[in-house]
């Protein structure tokens, strides 16, 4: 199979603080990895800078046979961050339409896009009301949809089930469970639970290092 992503000797610091160290590893499409450690770990810098977000001091990040940052592939990648970056005045409807858009998505393609990904999240019933009016569950739900539009092959979770009661959490893992087909999965939580039963391999963080990789 086809390597994907492929991070090589990636060092970021922030001032005196080595927030990666020495960072590097190969993925292939299919895999879903859980990627887990404490706050300050490195989990989300490392995901910034593998997207372009961040610019590392040194190493490489090959996404997509494109060495980053490279906004010329951003549409083929989705990204959801631990906070909701969503348009509360605006629909469920109005909040794909607008991303898409970003994405590069053509109308025709957008509105067929939008019918899947908000069957996917069961949010289909909701989409014309004001995003305001969501709940924190259907607000993380929403989040998701937007990432997967285009039905990128790179799929990036960062803490998606952050404030959400056990039961929408558990609903949220069922939802990512089904999605690693034909793509590669990054779910990155210091929920243990989120990742023990969907995750391919669970890798661990900690000071800026993948300290182990395999299963719990």
Known sequence: MKTLLHLQDLQKSFGQQLVLNHV???LQSGEIIGLIGPSGAGKSTMIKTMLGMEKADSGMALVLDHSMPDRHILGDIGYMAQSDALYEA????ENLEFF?????LSKKALKDEIAYVA?????????NKAVSGYSGGMKRRLSLAIALLGNPQLLILDEPTAG?????RIRFRNLISELSEN???????????????IAKDIWLMKDGKILQQGNL
């Open 100 to 104: 898409g858009q970003l994405k590069g």
């Open 90 to 93: 605006l629909s469920g409807q």
């Open 24 to 26: 590097g590893f190969e």
């Open 119 to 127: 069957q996917v999240v069961d949010l289909t019933e909701h989409l």
């Open 183 to 197: 793509r590669i999965v990054i779910l990155s939580t210091h929920i243990v639970s989120d990742v023990e039963y």
């Open 164 to 168: 959400l009661d056990p039961a929408e």
